[in-house]
């Protein structure tokens, strides 16, 4: 079995595909596979596939005979049903590995799964955020990362192209229905927190680079929550419920449930209730609880489970959001 599967999805990525793909071959640790998803490019990129799966027998294209547009969270989901490895790296199409990314990685990994192999496992790692030449933006941040499940559900701290996930978590993961999950790096994060054991370098393993074409970032949970009440349908019945919505009521009243954010959180607590810990079990009750329930519900939520070491105003505009639906 390949000891490390890399997958990376694609989409109209020709322009900086080559220079991450390359980063990857310059690895200290050469016993992985890159299993590569194209989402529907219209430009260069399969091409470029082609050209490096043709190179070198660890690069595998994967739907080069049906190449579709699904979206960013289906086609890694594809990409982790069509690999079978001991443990699995996210990787975008325009990041820059720095050579040592999937051994130090990949130790601390280890490390964690000898000693509770039957747990899920998560690393993650910091980052250099670069321009589209690869200078540094900004000064880097060094701090630990915080891995309770409340913190994850709200304010997520997992980059995916930083993550390797073990085979114990890609197996519960792929037990998700993809209607009721808002992005996979989240989702794999979510478990991890819930039923297992996560790690953050604090040491940048990757240039993480910024342009004007980037595909996808963090998906906000509070951003994904006003996307479920505001919806995007232009009917007079929905115009109507809009006009409703945008005025801040004080009175009681609930957030809609079919909000993706919302629905993640019960996907979870559906799927994998029954083998958290008590701990967890309280938590996701409370967020649960508050997320589909009325004011007093989304109060006890703002005070036992929100995380608190948050950006001040960040947070008290969270609690005015939970608190007034």
Known sequence: MTKVAIL?????????????IDSIKKQTFSDWKLFIRDDGSNDGTVALIKKYAAEDARIRFINEEQVENVGVTRSFFSLLENAQADYYMFCDQDDFWLPQKIAATLEKMEEMHARTPQKPHLVHTNYKAVNRKLNLLGELNYDEQKHDLATIVFFNNV????????????????????????????????????????YYFTEPLMLYRQHENNQIGGVDFFIALKKGIFS??????????????????????????????VTQVNHLRTLFYSQMDPANKKVIDIIADGLNGRMAARWRLIRKALPKKEKFLRRSLADLLLLLG
């Open 8 to 20: 990376l999805s694609t989409y109209n990525g020709e322009k900086y595909l080559g220079e991450q």
């Open 159 to 198: 980059t995916g192209c930083t993550t390797m996930i073990d085979d114990n978590l890609k197996k519960l993961a792929c037990q998700a229905d993809l209607n009721k999950v808002m992005i996979h790096d989240q989702w794999v994060a979510l478990i991890a927190s819930a039923l297992g054991e996560m």
């Open 232 to 261: 995007k349908n232009k009917s007079a019945e929905s115009k109507q419920a809009l006009k409703k919505a945008v005025k801040i009521k004080l009175y009681d009243k609930s957030w809609k449930r079919d909000s993706l954010a």
